[in-house]
């Protein structure tokens, strides 16, 4: 039996949020042993070689539409990951990953105020639902909430919202692997200069270094960013952005697994609370698969 589209779309966000929780812990205890935006840079120049490799060469020939469009993701995408990155010095793991997941409540914000998208009240009432989930899973942090880590990652759920939203738009105008290519080229390059210019780079080789380079650049931005911008074809971006809510569920498996942090029943609520608004988002909302 052939599975429709936009359940294929929902299967694969859910693996590559799956991998993006995973590499919340790798990125905290990498950066003991290179600076943020270094490690960002190279990062992204890994992910874009690995793109190039697999990409036809008629992709490369791409109208000044869609460069701008490119453009306005990798500004997003940088401001998403620097602050995120430069956060977790300073906060956990799990942390990162709740306040990260906060783009659930701004992408269909953004999505009203300036494309006018009116969200349904089925997406309304799964939003929320994961939203008290994610709250629920870092219930038992006794920090300090605005701590200078938090407020960083705050700026990076805004910058995500924005990158969710504008994806969406725009891979329904554009080549989804042009958008992919450009995406990833253009933040290495922002984030080359950025390093040079904001911070003293460093970099302290050993193999930990390399697994996570290949892990996140790799598995994380090259496969996963490509997976979201197909799979955002035959879905909405609240709906993505819902899926999306899953990450501080998979963010704490993994603390647990690796740091030893260990997983509360407030967090264990929290994440079926996330899942339970995913579920009423898809048996609710409607919406009528395309056929390709």
Request: proline share 3%.
């Amino acid at each position: 039996m052939k599975i429709p589209k936009p359940i294929q779309a929902d299967l694969s966000l859910i693996l590559i949020t799956f991998i993006w929780g995973s590499s919340f812990t790798i990125v905290k205890q990498t950066l003991k042993h290179v600076s943020p935006i270094l490690f960002l840079a190279l990062r992204f120049w890994v992910a874009t070689l690995a793109i190039t490799v697999f990409m036809p060469a008629q992709i490369w020939k791409m109208s000044r539409k869609t460069a701008c469009q490119g453009l306005v993701l990798s500004l997003v995408m940088v401001g998403g990951f620097v602050f995120q990155t430069l956060g977790l010095r300073s906060t956990g793991p799990a942390h990162s990953a709740f306040i990260t997941s906060l783009s659930v409540l701004l992408v269909p914000l953004f999505g009203l105020l300036i494309f006018h998208h009116l969200p349904r009240l089925q997406t309304i009432a799964g939003v929320t639902l994961a939203t008290i989930g994610l709250v629920l899973l870092l219930a038992n942090i006794s920090e300090t909430w605005m701590r200078s880590g938090d407020v960083l990652t705050l700026i990076c759920a805004v910058m995500f919202g924005f990158q969710i939203l504008f994806l969406g738009r725009f891979v329904s105008i554009s080549d989804y692997r042009q958008l992919m290519l450009l995406q990833m080229s253009g933040t290495a390059v922002i984030c080359s200069v950025a390093a040079l210019l904001v911070e003293k780079p460093f970099i302290t080789w050993n193999s930990q270094v390399v697994l996570a380079l290949f892990v996140t650049g790799i598995l994380s931005t090259a496969f996963a960013f490509s997976v979201q911008a197909y799979a955002q074809r035959f879905t909405t971006a609240n709906h993505a952005a819902l899926i999306f809510s899953l990450e501080p569920f998979f963010a704490a498996l993994f603390a647990f697994w690796i740091l030893g942090q260990r997983l509360t029943l407030r967090e264990g609520v929290g994440g079926i609370l996330v899942l339970f608004g995913i579920l009423v988002s898809e048996l609710t909302f409607k919406r009528t698969a395309e056929k390709h």
